[in-house]
């Protein structure tokens, strides 16, 4: 019940994308991994689609509701978005990360603060498409424009992202990186995943464990880069 299918699609996500609560606890029950793989979580997934029930099932089987989504979201911040108040307030008990810029942490607090923000179907970015707002990232990437070429890329996954791209996470990291953002690592671990023959995702990898001073795992994550191809000595754009 844990085989990853795909990149990061397991059977217990595809019950709770399927809205299959069912199915959720039933998988749960018969020893299904709620943790998930990084920021690609069960209860996450829960969370943006309103399933009360699974995200119970998923927390007392030891979920973790403090980590964060590709784009620094909470499953508290989901629920309040997308769900119902008694999500919210599930959640609202056993997260123990902070909001950022919320000054009211209660429930309501949190949900005002959440519905307040802009909606991306409102942005003008919202409007384009995704080769588009891909081709617009890699000239910005290209012009050294980093944090414009991150806002294109973050844009271009939050209209797909359940098509992932190696090459656009992996440039989305690499502008993460060098902007010195938290989620390089997590792009990076995304990157070898879907590209294990690929040198540019070792190194990324081992420049963003080196921005967290995990010196060890980045001289490995090197050393499997030189192996891949020797001589190279440093990431690449795409």
Not at 114 to 141: I, R, T, Y
């Amino acid at each position: 019940c844990n085989k990853i299918l795909g990149c990061f699609l397991s059977p217990l996500k595809i019950a709770i994308e399927s809205h299959s609560v069912k199915c959720v606890k039933l998988l749960v029950k018969a020893g299904a991994d709620v943790k998930g793989i990084r920021n690609v979580t069960p209860l996450l997934a829960a969370a943006r689609h309103d399933l009360t029930d699974a995200l119970k099932c998923l927390l007392d089987a030891g979920a973790d509701p403090n980590v964060k989504d590709e784009f620094g979201h909470l499953p508290i911040h989901l629920a309040a978005y997308f769900g119902t108040r008694k999500a919210a307030e599930i959640l609202y008990e056993v997260t123990s990360s902070r909001i950022p810029a919320i000054d009211d942490l209660s429930v309501d607090g949190i949900i005002s603060h959440v519905k307040a923000e802009p909606k991306f179907e409102d942005l003008p970015l919202s409007k384009m498409s995704v080769a588009e707002l891909k081709e617009e990232g890699d000239k910005a990437l290209h012009k050294d424009d980093y944090n414009a070429a991150l806002e294109f890329y973050n844009a271009a996954m939050m209209l797909d992202l359940e098509n992932l791209d190696a090459i656009l996470i992996g440039n989305r990291g690499y502008c993460r990186l060098l902007l010195g953002r938290d989620g390089a690592l997590n792009d990076a671990h995304m990157c070898r995943k879907m590209r294990p023959d690929c040198a540019d995702s070792c190194w990324l990898e081992g420049y963003s464990y080196l921005q967290v001073k995990e010196y060890e795992k980045a001289c490995d994550s090197f050393l499997d880069g030189l192996k891949l191809k020797p001589g190279f000595v440093g990431i690449g754009r795409h």
